[in-house]
């Protein structure tokens, strides 16, 4: 047979209908479900008379209006309705919901991999763009919009048009001090914010395959930053530990049978993309974003562009309100970027190993003076490890706020948000203007550069705190 | 879904690329659990100032753009998060066409199923268009059918493509769902045979 990628293997699976020059019904494996973006789905339904097809296969939390204080207690009334009504949904239609007393709630692309929800080969999808997370798992898993939410709880299938691949091969070893995260702002800032547009991604490579699952979520997550449909990895040895014992995974020899299955789905040698862009492992530094685009980053020891340096009309406009709104003049070094806030939170970057990775830096240190800092852990399951291994002593020390998990100032949806004209290094993935609070400037960074950051206040370069910090 | 066929309005001009979805409807906005009424959140934070009033330097607050129902935007519009209410504020607003040079998947998407045409032109034409609507109203014709646009004076010509599927959609105002649930059949027989 010839050989195929996971995505194509994927796909093919889940074909319920297909006919030449129309979309495929796609069967959908796992619907994630929250707040924001079910009401009016939920409502179509009931207005309709249609059931959920399979309450079973639909799994909903909430997380972006969640209080990360008090968290019983929620004061703005139609973020409370919006939670209510979730509530209400969902036992009227039968569906499993994480609520904010659960144990099990978080931010919905947290706690699916967390839960054992998310497994390889699965369609998977969510009223949320970031629902590429799942894809480390090797699994096909996009966001989709509310009415399409509605046709999936109704009809467990979507419309969709087969995809076009993209092979992004990171080539070589990474740097000592080099993150998940700097990867994949290195390859929104070198191939742009929609090479991605109409493809699937999946990543490849020495540098890929060297990661934990927590690490490759970071990756697959910001795939919708390039504007791809969905971002994936094949899986291994390093899947299939994570995911045993996990709530949803099976157990003992159907565990072992499952395994097997997985491997096969691993893209085969010599398979064909549509489309291939590398990137050598060796030229990724710690990133930090200086604009309102992710793919407005460089390295650390780089400077903020000029408007000049824009390759068409419109590239050098974009630059320029870009500036403008970040208030930064060109030709600034990065690390002479100060900020007040800092940021560690969000599905991008909230896991345990992202908490234990910025922990290091911060342990015996202060928060600089004039910063506010806070941890928002990913999901109750990650804050009750990190309590477990005393993180939260080590960042309340340090003069971290510590919070209760959700959303929070990702998107500032909730109590959480940082003032007009503020600046804030944050490891969530969006520096749109407004993105986190109206007015906000939000620097996009890993764990480690936002811990740097909170300590010295301003960027600074993680790889060289090592020694002096961590001993 | 209202039916689109052929669609005659004026026009509205936003200069800019990457507009992603949190400005097309900020996320203080989200919190409705209704399908309406989000129009009046539109752009929000680049229509009004501070102070609630319109602020005129922005484009849709142009007197040239006086109830448009085609924006004219640039690359890459509807970036960003997956939010339907984004082509909600868009429909309720009084859009019911879009022409850009390239869209986000998702937001392309959810503007066919709200009954909005997201019409793709090459980069060249969409400045052009922009270029005849800045500073004044400018009137274009839609024809879905026959997958034309024009102006008044037949000056600005072109076809453009779309996805057979997504057309016949649009242009009978099809309900999804009730198209798919007439393959419930299939559904059913492939949940057998992979048995999920
Ligand atoms: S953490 Fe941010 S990006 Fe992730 S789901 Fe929540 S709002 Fe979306």
């Known amino acids: ?471 | 879904m209202e039916a689109l066929t052929v669609h005659e309005g004026n026009t509205a001009v936003l200069e800019r690329a990457n507009v992603d979805t949190d400005q097309i409807i900020p996320k203080q906005f989200l919190k409705r659990v209704e399908r309406t009424g989000f129009g009046q959140f539109l752009f929000f934070d680049w229509r009004f100032k501070s102070d609630g009033e319109e602020d005129p330097s922005f484009e849709l607050n142009y007197p040239s753009a006086a109830n448009a129902s085609i924006l004219i935007a640039d690359h890459n519009f509807g970036s960003g998060s997956s939010r339907e209410h984004a082509p909600w504020a868009l429909q309720d607003y009084g859009f019911r066409v879009i022409i850009a040079p390239s869209y986000s998947d998702i937001f392309y998407n959810n503007c066919v199923k709200n009954g909005i045409l997201p019409v793709r032109l090459p980069e060249d034409q969409v400045y052009e268009l922009m270029q005849n609507g800045n500073d004044k109203e400018y009137h274009l014709t839609v024809d879905l059918q026959n997958q034309q646009i024009s102006d008044k004076d037949a000056d600005f010509q072109a076809t453009f493509e779309i996805d057979p599927y997504w057309k016949e959609m649009l242009l009978n105002g099809w309900d999804e769902i009730s198209i798919t649930l007439q393959y419930e059949e299939d559904i059913e027989a492939y949940e057998k045979r992979v048995k999920v």
Not at chain 1, 114 to 128: M, N, R
Not at chain 1, 197 to 226: D, F, P, Q
Not at chain 1, 341 to 369: M, P, Q, W
Request: hydrophobic fraction near 35%; charge should be negative.
């Open chain 1, 1 to 471: 047979m010839k050989p195929r990628t996971i995505i194509d293997k994927i796909w093919n699976e889940h074909a319920v209908r297909a006919e030449a020059g129309k979309p495929n019904l796609m069967y959908v494996d796992l619907h994630m479900v929250h707040e924001v973006t079910s009401p009016q789905a939920f409502e179509g339904l009931r207005l309709s008379g249609r059931p959920v097809r399979r309450p079973d296969l639909t799994f909903a939390t909430m997380d972006h209006n969640v209080p990360t204080l008090n968290r019983e207690s929620i004061t703005d009334a139609i973020s409370k309705k919006q939670i209510d009504t979730l509530f209400d949904n969902c036992k009227e239609f039968g569906v499993e919901l994480a609520d904010i007393h659960s144990p099990n709630n978080g931010i919905v692309h947290i706690i699916g991999p967390e839960l054992g929800l998310t497994q390889p080969g699965k369609t998977i999808v969510c009223g949320d763009s970031h629902t590429s997370t799942h894809g480390a798992f090797g699994a096909l898993a996009f966001g989709i919009g509310t009415s399409e939410v509605e046709h999936v709880l109704a009809t467990q299938t979507l419309w969709q048009s087969p995809p076009k691949t993209m092979e992004v091969h990171v080539d070589g070893r990474l740097g000592t001090g080099v993150t998940a995260k700097d990867i994949i702002l290195s390859i929104i800032a070198k191939f742009g914010v929609d090479f991605g547009s109409g493809y699937v991604l999946e990543y490849t490579g020495e540098a890929i395959r060297g990661l934990t699952m927590e690490e490759r979520m970071t990756i697959c997550n910001m795939s919708i930053e390039a504007g791809a449909r969905a971002g994936l990895i094949s899986p291994d040895q390093v899947t299939f530990d994570y995911l045993k014992d996990r709530r949803f995974v099976p157990e003992g020899a159907e565990f072992d049978e499952k395994v097997e299955q997985w491997r096969q789905l691993a893209t085969d040698e010599g398979a064909e993309y549509d489309e291939r862009v590398v990137i050598p492992a060796d030229e990724i530094e710690p990133m930090v974003t200086w604009g309102t685009n992710p793919s407005q980053g460089v390295g650390i020891h780089g400077t903020v562009p000029y408007p000049e340096d824009g390759k068409s009309a419109t590239e050098k406009k974009v630059i320029k309100t870009s500036l403008d709104y970040m208030a930064l003049e060109p030709g600034t070094k990065i690390t002479d970027i100060h900020v007040q806030h800092v940021f560690l939170g969000s599905c991008t970057n909230a896991r345990i190993g992202d908490l234990r990775e910025a922990a290091k830096i911060i342990r015996g240190n202060k928060v600089a003076d004039g910063i506010r800092a806070m941890v928002v852990p990913g999901s109750q399951q990650v804050k009750m490890q990190a309590e477990e291994e005393g993180l939260d002593q080590v960042f309340k020390e340090a003069g971290f706020e510590w919070r209760d998990s959700g959303c929070s100032m990702c998107l500032g949806m909730n109590p959480d948000f940082v003032p007009e004209g503020e600046r804030c290094a944050s490891t969530s993935n969006r520096n749109f203007e407004g993105r986190q609070g109206k007015g906000a400037r939000t620097h996009l960074v890993s764990p480690a550069m936002a811990a740097g950051a909170a300590i010295y206040g301003h960027f600074v370069d993680v790889r060289k705190l090592d020694q002096t910090v961590s001993s």
